[in-house]
């Protein structure tokens, strides 16, 4: 498994479980038929910049540090609000023309910011193509998108 696909289900997972060790995401993860090693998730861990938060019972949790998303979803409007030319979508694909040179930094910051609906990114110099998992996943990010960078 893609380590951006696996980083990306332990991000759902932070969401809906209470994760208080490495293993608990090991084993949430062979529950859904991913065999992963304890040795991975503590690797993911670090790059990932997890960080541990008190609980009320006194123990600690596993949480995707906020500050981090704000500052690449706001990274992510300003480059594209800069490089967008034009775009389009086509059942789960959205395409974006931007100005040369951007289209693996707009890649790079859709994938870093873990819109829930992006299956993978694309991208050349001046081009970015977004697959969503669904035809209307990629409608709502598309909007979304859109909504981001102030183009109706």
């Not at 500052?71 to 030319?85: G, N, W």
């Amino acid at each position: 498994m893609r380590k951006q696909v696996r980083q990306k289900l332990i991000r759902e997972i932070l969401q809906k479980f209470e994760i208080y060790k490495q293993d608990d995401i090991v084993q949430l993860l062979l529950n859904q038929g991913i065999e992963v090693t304890q040795a991975t998730i503590s690797r993911d861990v670090k790059e990932m910049q997890l960080i541990k938060l008190p609980t009320k019972n006194g123990s600690y949790r596993y949480s995707v540090p906020t500050l981090k998303e704000i500052d690449v979803q706001k990274k992510l409007k300003d480059t594209l609000s800069e490089s967008y030319v034009s775009s389009n979508i086509a059942e789960k694909m959205i395409f974006f023309k931007v100005i040369p040179g951007s289209g693996p930094a707009v890649s790079n910051l859709i994938e870093k910011v873990g819109y829930k609906e992006v299956f993978a990114t694309l991208s050349d110099d001046s081009s970015v193509m977004v697959f969503a998992y669904s035809n209307q996943e990629a409608i709502d990010l598309f909007e979304k998108l859109l909504e981001l960078i102030g183009v109706q």
